[in-house]
């Protein structure tokens, strides 16, 4: 079991390919990558459309599977994990925000937020996530529907849901990438302060320059691999 | 505390059901036909049961033929409890005007009825009705033979010699349900009267049933084994209230039976559309799922929360499907009660409704549980990449679905009255759902193929034909299914229609006359001769000895009924009619052996009929021995022949040597074909030279076959159409879950500047192709599982209907045409713009 607070990165990948069958032949997404988190720390991982980014936060979260390389997560090697396996180490350890929110679509607000935790058998599922709708702003919306939402509205109701069992590792991929400007910085504000105050590691995919910038490290890709 | 699957599940069906109404329909659809037929027959059952006493007419009956009882068993039946006598016979009716008919004469003792009431109209009694009127006897005769004759209640009229007259119309008889098939309409006399005419000496095929009710405290078995000491062996028959009706019994079974099993044909067909209802839901689930695995939950979890969802739904598919089936009897039976044939109780009845409920829940596993495993399957990387579906693979849904699939076919075998040909029937429907299946997956890649020889509206319709969501091979098995029962129906019905309106009458004799004095027999060919005005042939009239006899032993060995195979122990468990025959007639068809010399005289020798003689391995040259006017014969098989029933010939079981019956003075039975004004006048001419021959119209016999079909035929085709039904709801459900795309391509087809009309046509290609592929191939399927039903069960000619079947391909075609414009107006009436960008 991986404790977050003995040392030791909470991921690694280690010369971590993913090469995709296509109509035109076999394609290269990702090309030797060797990337890792320290505890609490935020990265940021920028790139032009292509470049791999979401691929690495996905094989990095355990929800891809690389074609070659290792990935060690919260202190397990995936390979040896199946997927059953590996959605249980995620289970309250990590957590994902995506840009397009991906809330359950019939599941009201408070449910969202309260369903990892029930997964992960925590006590107090509802109140929890009462709580944490309340510090991302949206205390009146608990028993509101997806699709009754805002955009902005969703993707809180996303970072609470991700935060809520308050993760070891927070991933984030475009997470303002569908939101309007004022709501864009709200959400980014959001995501790294309560990051902070949850004492997550964070890894951030992002086009944002602006926004990388407030990571604590910034990571380039370019054509499947890790340019800087 | 609730399962975490449990509540998911129930959050996520807090949006409704609306993409599972398809899923509901062809649920509720199986299901509700399942247990209207059975509920219907369970009324049916109910009904003869609560009514066994008058059906049977007493506690118990005993049958008697060919003879009456003596009076030392008649002793013995008193000792018992009330007892009533009933004798039938069959003699001519002829009216003062000459015009003739044969009747069923029954003659009842005066204690008739012991239980139950006799309807009559123009009289207060039984007993008024047959009390004798000077020198003519009163009868109670059915409304037919007045109209036939001319007579009105009081006018006097012969039967046989004897002179009655019609007191009151035969409208009921308590027992009537208990008694066989009939030949000519019932005339009720008394006993004394039936004895006295001479309606029951010997050589005359009659037969008298003995009813008791049976005194306080004797048991139905008692009684029986006291009857059973009193008789001597061989003959008669005991009946008792569990056995009142058995002809009825089973023909409720196998109307059930049927009648379930297009329920089923329809659960199966409508299987496409649970299995579609289930695939597109998961799909449009696809993101939740991948959402829920990201957020930590394994695929069991995942699957548990659909499965949980799909058996609530199941159960309330189910569920009305069983309020329909329950309901449906009842309103039927308040419409039509006083029309039944068979009494019946309409009412809830919990076993049908339990054995339905069990099919739906069964056939919902077996086809909702493939795919429902594309939950436990579908990866979180799905939420990255679109194309990621869960792949339905080897794993326990599938084995579920499988094992699921097996306790169906089990339990529709199981229940059935002919397990063989339940096996069989559920054999060729999952061998035809299979050819279907393969059927539309050809058509659709023979469709990806010619869209390249094709352009524009053609060229759209066919790529979605070859395309994933392809109604070929979803709606189009579906509908072929159903088209192919239809199919059967139609062509096994105008097959045996055809053979009782135009192939029997070309075969068979017009009339047969029985009960022919051996003695008179060279003056019953003249009387007949001189009726028809013309010399007769062996192809228009041929004559021969009867006598009725009975196997008893085999190869020296009594008859073991156990060692008779069941297809021919008609032959040897009962009276057979049988002939003597000198020189080897036309058509004797021999297919063993050969036929004696005309002047043989020898040891006795038998042709026998294949089927019997198969049935106890009997092969040519093999001894029998017959219990025949009284005495024993022992003859050896000479011939297996081949016979025709119903065919202008000797149509007789066993055909004795003449030798072996010399000196006999048998009754002859004579066949003849003719005119109807030939019948009409042969018929009334004997009436004065031979009036107690019978005179038996096969014609009228098969006019009410003839009714009886176009009496059912529409009631089997509207129990087929519910299968079709099924296929029309898989065609909606297929259309309804590929809405959203239909839309999108409508709309981005109107933007590259589709007309209307391209669009249309581009649907009508594409369904229009669905329709005719499973038409023609449901035909085509209809014409494999007709044909040996008509030719090798029911020994028919066969004789397609091409009207129906071309109807039934254009009805496929032009209904699911229809379906895919429904679909392509509605996809139409939505403006482009919102639709291209919700995408």
């Not at chain 1, 959400?187 to 964070?202: G, K, M, Q, S, Y």
């Not at chain 2, 006295?196 to 405290?217: D, H, N, V």
Request: hydrophobic residues 55%.
């Amino acid at each position: 079991m991986y404790d977050a607070s003995k040392p030791g990165a909470p991921l690694t990948l280690d010369d971590v390919w993913l090469t995709l069958p296509s109509a035109a032949g076999p394609v290269e997404i990702l090309r030797g990558v060797d990337f890792g988190v320290e505890p609490g720390e935020r990265v940021a991982v920028v790139g032009p459309s292509g470049s791999g980014k979401s691929t690495l936060l996905a094989i990095a979260a355990g929800l891809e599977r690389p074609s070659k390389g290792k990935v060690r997560l919260l202190g397990k090697e995936l390979s040896r994990l199946g997927e059953d396996g590996r959605a249980r180490l995620r289970r309250g350890r990590v957590s994902l925000v995506f840009q397009a929110f991906h809330l359950l679509p019939n599941m009201t607000a408070e449910e969202n937020v309260a369903a990892p935790l029930e997964i992960a058998g925590a006590p107090k599922a509802g109140a929890t996530a009462r709580a944490w709708l309340d510090r991302v702003g949206l205390q009146d919306r608990l028993t509101h529907y997806p699709h009754q939402l805002s955009g902005g509205e969703q993707q809180r109701v996303a970072l609470a849901r991700a935060l809520a069992c308050r993760p070891a590792l927070l991933f984030a991929d475009e997470p303002t990438g569908n939101l309007d400007q004022a709501n864009a910085a709200h959400v980014a504000d959001l995501i790294f302060e309560l990051a902070a105050a949850t004492e997550a590691a964070l890894v951030l995919v992002t086009h944002d320059e602006r926004l990388a910038a407030r990571a604590d490290r910034v990571v380039r890709m370019a054509g499947g691999k890790i340019a800087a | 505390m609730i399962p975490l699957s449990l509540r998911f599940a129930v959050r996520e069906l807090r949006a409704g059901v609306r993409g599972f109404r398809i899923f509901l329909a062809c649920l509720a659809l199986g299901v509700g036909a399942i247990a209207a037929a059975g509920s219907t027959a369970e009324a049916f059952r109910a009904g003869l049961a609560s009514q066994a006493a008058e059906i049977l007419g007493g506690d118990v009956a005993v049958d008697m033929p060919l003879r009456e009882f003596t009076p030392k068993e008649q002793t013995a039946f008193a000792a018992l409890g009330r007892v009533s006598y009933a004798a039938a016979s069959r003699a001519m009716a002829e009216a003062p005007s000459g015009a003739r008919r044969l009747v069923e004469l029954r003659g009842v003792s005066e204690t008739y009825p012991l239980v139950g009431q006799v309807t009559l109209s123009g009289a207060s009694s039984v007993q008024a009705a047959l009390a004798p009127a000077g020198d003519a006897a009163g009868v109670a005769v059915e409304q037919p033979l007045l109209d036939r004759l001319g007579l009105r209640l009081g006018d006097r009229f012969l039967i046989g010699n004897v002179p009655v007259v019609a007191r009151a119309v035969l409208l009921g008889e308590p027992d009537r349900l208990s008694r066989g098939f009939n030949l000519g309409p019932r005339v009720l006399a008394s006993l004394a009267m039936v004895r006295g005419g001479g309606f029951l000496s010997s050589g005359i095929p009659f037969g008298e049933t003995a009813r008791i009710a049976l005194k306080p405290g004797v048991s139905v078995a008692a009684a029986r084994a006291a009857i059973k000491n009193t008789l001597p062996s061989g003959g008669w028959r005991i009946r008792d209230r569990d056995t009142a009706a058995p002809g009825y019994a089973r023909l409720i079974d196998q109307l059930e039976y049927f009648l379930g099993f297009i329920g089923l044909a329809s659960l199966i067909a409508g299987g496409l559309g649970v299995s579609g209802a289930v695939g597109a839901y998961l799909e449009a689930r696809k993101t939740s799922i991948a959402t829920l695995k990201a957020l930590g939950a394994d695929g069991a979890l995942a699957r548990n929360t659909y499965l949980i969802q799909i058996a609530l739904l199941a159960a309330l598919g189910v569920g009305i499907g069983l309020a329909v089936g329950a309901a449906a009897p009842l309103i039927l039976g308040a419409l039509v009660k006083n029309e039944l044939p068979v009494p019946a109780l309409f009412a809830i009845y919990p076993e049908p409704l339990a054995r339905a409920a069990l099919f739906g829940l069964l056939a919902a596993a077996a086809f909702s549980l493939a795919p429902l495993g594309r939950a436990r399957t579908t990866p979180p990387a799905a939420l990255f990449r679109q194309e990621l579906a869960g792949r339905i693979r080897i794993g326990p849904e599938l084995i579920g679905a499988l094992l699921a699939a097996a306790a169906l076919a089990w339990l529709a075998i199981a229940t059935a009255p002919t397990k063989l040909a339940a096996a069989i029937m559920i054999g060729g429907v999952a061998g035809a759902f299979l050819v279907l299946f393969l059927i539309g997956l050809a058509a659709a890649r023979a469709a990806g193929w010619a869209r390249r020889l094709t352009a524009g509206p053609a060229r759209i319709g066919l790529a979605n034909l070859a395309g994933p969501h392809s109604a070929a091979h979803t709606a189009a098995p579906a509908i072929g299914l159903g088209v192919a029962l239809l199919a059967a129906v139609v062509l096994i019905q105008s097959s045996l229609i055809a053979e009782v309106t135009v192939a029997a009458p070309k075969a068979a004799p017009a009339l047969v006359f029985t009960e022919i004095p051996g003695d008179a027999a060279a003056a019953f060919d003249a009387a007949v001769a001189r009726a028809f005005g013309r010399p007769l042939t062996p192809k228009d009239y041929q004559r021969f000895p009867i006598a009725t006899g009975r196997i008893v032993a085999v190869r020296g060995a009594p008859i073991d009924k156990a060692k008779i195979a069941a297809s021919g122990r008609w032959a040897y468990d009962q009276d057979i009619s049988l002939s003597a025959i000198g020189p080897q007639p036309a058509d004797a068809g021999v297919v063993a052996g050969r036929w004696w010399n005309a002047a043989y005289a020898g040891p006795p020798l038998v042709a026998m009929e294949e089927s019997a003689a198969r049935a106890a391995r009997l092969k040519v040259g093999d001894a029998i021995t017959l219990d025949l006017l009284g005495r024993h014969l022992d003859a050896r098989v000479a011939v297996i022949r081949k016979v025709n029933f119903g065919s202008f010939g000797p149509d007789f079981t066993l055909i004795l040597d003449p030798a072996a019956l010399a000196g006999a003075n048998l009754r002859q039975v004579a066949i003849a074909k003719g005119s109807p004004a030939e019948e009409a006048r042969v018929t009334r001419d004997l009436g004065g030279s031979f009036p107690t021959v019978n005179v038996i119209s096969v014609r009228e016999q098969l006019q009410a076959a003839q009714q009886l079909f176009d009496r059912l035929t529409l009631a089997v085709r509207g129990a087929a159409a519910v299968a079709g039904l099924a296929g029309l709801l898989v065609l909606a459900g297929a259309i309804a879950a590929g809405a959203r795309a239909r839309a999108k391509e409508a709309a981005t087809l109107k933007v590259l500047g589709a007309a209307r009309w391209q669009v249309l046509a581009a649907y009508a290609v594409e369904y229009g192709a669905v329709g005719a592929i499973a038409g023609l191939a449901g035909v085509a399927l209809g014409f494999a599982a007709a044909w040996p039903v008509v030719v090798k069960v029911f020994e028919a000619t066969w004789s397609v209907d091409w009207a129906g079947a071309l109807a039934l391909i254009a009805g496929a075609a032009a209904l699911t045409g229809a379906g895919g414009l429904i679909a392509a107006l509605a996809a139409l009436a939505r403006r482009p713009a919102p639709v291209l960008r919700a995408e």
